[in-house]
């Protein structure tokens, strides 16, 4: 089935250690998306790519970067996380930007 | 850890009662939106959307309903089961934008 593949699920990092979390996708779809989402708040996007091209939220941290090496997968780099990072993160795509998002699982990141 | 995150709206109901879900948005120039469904854990799940060309979209068991003169969107959910226990998100773009901002989410309990 075509879908949206997140990794890892759970991920434990140190305060300020560096961790990258994947997404990829069988959909060949051209958006990728990142949102955060803390509990009980809704998903606020971080950035997206439509195919090579990187669109940034104005309000993202500059601790959050991404990167996307081809259609299939896009990475999600903190450089140095803080405990307010904590959160669900959700890789999402779409074919054009202009249909629904379909979101992978999440990955659930805990800083200590 | 996660900083604490905002209460969210709560609709009790009864099984088998009708559910309306409803949304205020503030951007005039939106014209596509979409509900999100939302389990404990997972990433949102697509409903239905419906686009600024339309005020009423049916799906099977839901409904969408746009009232653009005041900015306000609403999910009908018929004859609701235990299994739509959920967070709900209501979400929305305008087509250039090529990405989703969701709004504040209800949670939606279902009594047996």
């Known amino acids: 089935d075509a879908m949206v593949i997140q990794n890892p699920r759970y991920q434990v990092t140190q305060f300020g250690k560096p961790v990258t979390l994947s997404c990829s996708q069988t959909?060949?779809?051209?958006?990728m998306y990142w949102y955060q989402q803390k509990s009980s708040q809704a998903p606020k996007l971080l950035f997206h790519?439509?195919?090579?091209?990187?669109?940034n939220e104005a309000d993202t941290p500059d601790n959050f970067q991404s990167r996307r090496p081809n259609t299939s997968f896009c990475f999600l780099d903190i450089r140095s996380p803080g405990l307010g990072d904590a959160a669900m993160y959700l890789c999402?795509?779409?074919?054009?930007?202009?249909?629904?998002?379909?979101f992978g699982p999440g990955t659930r990141l805990t800083v200590l | 850890g996660e900083s604490v995150g905002l209460h969210l709206p709560t609709l009790s109901v009864q099984e088998g009662d009708n559910s309306i879900i409803n949304c205020a948005y503030s951007?005039?120039?939106?014209?596509?939106f979409i509900w999100y469904k939302q389990e404990s854990g997972k990433g949102p799940q697509f409903i239905i959307d419906?686009?600024?060309?339309?005020d009423k979209r049916q799906g099977q068991r839901v409904t969408v309903l746009l009232n653009k003169t005041v900015k306000h969107l609403s999910l009908q959910i018929a004859a609701t089961q235990p299994g739509d226990s959920a967070v709900y998100f209501c979400?929305?773009?305008?087509?250039?934008?090529?990405?989703?901002?969701f709004g504040s989410g209800t949670r939606l309990q279902v009594q047996p």
């Open positions: 999402a795509t779409s074919r054009e930007g202009t249909d629904p998002l379909t």
């Open positions: 959909l060949n779809h051209n958006v």
């Open positions: 790519y439509y195919d090579k091209d990187f669109n």
């Open positions: 951007n005039s120039a939106s014209d596509y």
């Open positions: 419906i686009r600024s060309n339309m």
């Open positions: 979400a929305e773009t305008d087509t250039g934008r090529r990405a989703l901002t």
